[in-house]
């Protein structure tokens, strides 16, 4: 069976929401993997006694440090090898363990995940992609978001490589489609690299790794042109927090007008607030909860990244992540197409 | 008097949101200024024939050629010396003009400025900016946008030293504020031009040219956090991209939402018609035509690039814009602080 480690001690909502994820993921599953819980155990114990545990398939284990959101990535893995964190990781290493799950501090989990896990024979550089909602169904996922900057042409070919697999396999998505983040849609645009990753990235069409529709624009990413969008981490990451950045400002944008409307009598109140959930309904396909998280791609072994606000029901999707990487074989299939 | 040539077939609304915008920045600011409108005669006689111009300071010069937004922008220059874009750089280098302005082809315009009037004694790399809302008062500068692309760590402060003067002396912000864009906020974060960069805007800083805040990042620009902010062509290109395509965006997602409020009859039609228009109203601060277009920065000269879409407002706007520019001696002080 199945062995999932969670991470007790991650997240901002820690250990109370794991707790409740891990355990919603085991009934809502039918016990179809079993969960293996670690943290401090006078922090989580208390917890699980809160619970009928009788038919639900999770075990505990102590681990006596955890790594804050504080903690300096680099340190944190080498100063605190009893944490949930390193602890958890080793499990994996050491094939006691399938899978990784944490929602605690992401720089030390990719640090901990590549020193721990170390890289899949043939990966060059381990990468982290992020949500965007895009116009119509589905998903558009950005890829790399921070992990790597000073990209080079061929790490941006393998993210494409290694996400395609990840779509098509663990998250099901029939024909992952590529598009290279660059200055305008002509080949031949922008800065050198891109010139030389648009190049690889044909070639790695026509070798069927991946299905290359050319260069796209920063307005094709909420667009919906593709469903993995390649980039530098510096411009990947700034979307992106630029993009976390909209449902706050618009709100701000929002109230003012609202109330001038009712004020000048042309909406009534409840009109307003009626009004006011709509739009915040809007901001509904920003809301990263559903995904879950992101698995850490090229690592070797398994290691599900959460935000740090992650609820129960991110847990629980990262849970069901780790479960769907491991039944498709992503890892093995990066390490073919990749090595 | 200040000669103002103004782009009469530049633009998707040329030459009528031309010919209407350039009377009117005449008839509003009391021919402060003259314009001499410069395209093909048998377009825009026939619209000046609609007005009277006896009291409008205003004046036609015949270009037979017209660049068009199709053009390509390298070649356009050459082939089209007859044109009211080349025409009118030239009458601003042969000194018979002081600011050319025009809405036609960008990158077109960006040649032909550069090749027509050169770059100003100590500038490397002209620069192109966009404007960004931001909660509270005032606006963000985004500097470069695309014009420039695998920049130097001393593009980027001449980027951040030309877009400061041209903020404290034209557009009268009383102290314009630098922040670098990067992936984190921490001194020695991001790739190695960024680190370079950030040294050489300190120094900057400390030479009074700049007031250098610090790193800054993708939630920070909406967040308002500096009046510029500063980084490479191809961030800032999809950045710019990215946000002109949320009111699209999000207009896609609240129809839908609106509409099953009115058929599940939690808001009567009326309602939702005017909670719409507060909803459009709230990307009035997307709204580049009351800024009107950008000056080409850096260029021996002034060149006012405006969006293909301007209306005569805009025109209008960058005709002043032009006007500041030469008032308040931008390219003396920029010359004097860069070479």
């Known amino acids: 069976m199945l062995t999932i480690v969670v991470d007790a001690m991650g997240g901002d909502n820690a250990p109370g929401c794991v707790v409740e994820g891990a355990i919603e993921a085991l009934r809502e599953s039918g016990n179809r993997f079993e969960i293996l819980l670690i943290g401090q155990e006078q922090k989580v114990l208390p917890l699980l006694e809160?619970?009928?545990?009788?038919?639900?398939?999770?075990?505990?284990?102590?681990?006596?440090?955890?790594?804050?959101?504080?903690?300096?990535?680099?340190?944190?893995v080498k100063t605190k090898q009893e944490s949930s964190l390193v602890k958890g990781l080793q499990l994996c290493k050491t094939k006691q363990a399938h899978?990784?799950?944490?929602?605690?501090?992401?720089?030390?989990?990719?640090?901990?995940?590549?020193?721990?896990?170390?890289?899949?024979?043939?990966?060059?550089?381990?990468?982290?992609?992020?949500?965007?909602?895009?116009?119509?169904?589905?998903?558009?996922?950005?890829?790399?978001?921070?992990?790597?900057?000073?990209?080079?042409?061929?790490?941006?070919?393998?993210?494409?490589?290694?996400?395609?697999?990840?779509?098509?396999?663990?998250?099901?998505?029939?024909?992952?489609?590529?598009?290279?983040?660059?200055?305008?849609?002509?080949?031949g645009k922008g800065p050198e690299y891109l010139k030389q990753a648009y190049k690889l990235l044909?070639?790695?069409?026509?070798?069927?790794?991946?299905?290359?529709?050319?260069?796209?624009?920063?307005?094709?990413i909420l667009g919906g042109k593709t469903t993995i969008v390649?980039?530098?981490?510096?411009?990947?990451?700034?979307?992106?927090?630029?993009?976390?950045?909209?449902?706050?400002?618009?709100?701000?944008?929002?109230?003012?007008?609202m109330e001038a409307l009712v004020q000048s009598g042309q909406l009534d109140q409840n009109a307003a607030a009626m009004a006011g959930k709509a739009f915040k309904g809007m901001f509904e396909p920003f809301d990263v909860e559903k995904w879950g998280g992101v698995p850490f791609l090229g690592v070797d072994g398994i290691s599900i990244v959460g935000h740090g606000r992650s609820s129960s029901r991110a847990i629980k999707n990262m849970i069901y992540m780790a479960e769907h990487m491991v039944e498709e074989r992503v890892n093995e299939r990066i390490a073919e197409v990749l090595s």
């Open 230 to 257: 390649v980039c530098d981490g510096l411009v990947g990451n700034t979307i992106l927090k630029f993009g976390e950045s909209i449902p706050h400002f618009l709100s701000a944008l929002l109230k003012p007008a």
């Open 99 to 187: 899978a990784f799950v944490s929602a605690g501090n992401t720089g030390a989990q990719m640090a901990a995940s590549l020193f721990v896990l170390g890289r899949i024979p043939g990966v060059l550089r381990p990468t982290i992609y992020a949500y965007f909602p895009r116009i119509g169904e589905g998903l558009t996922n950005i890829v790399d978001v921070g992990a790597n900057v000073d990209c080079k042409p061929e790490h941006l070919v393998q993210f494409a490589e290694m996400l395609t697999i990840y779509q098509r396999y663990a998250a099901r998505i029939e024909n992952p489609t590529v598009g290279l983040l660059n200055i305008g849609e002509e080949e």
């Open 50 to 76: 809160q619970h009928d545990l009788s038919n639900v398939n999770i075990r505990f284990m102590h681990a006596p440090e955890a790594v804050t959101m504080e903690d300096i990535p680099a340190t944190a």
């Open 202 to 220: 044909q070639e790695a069409h026509r070798e069927d790794k991946i299905n290359f529709v050319g260069n796209i624009e920063g307005h094709d």
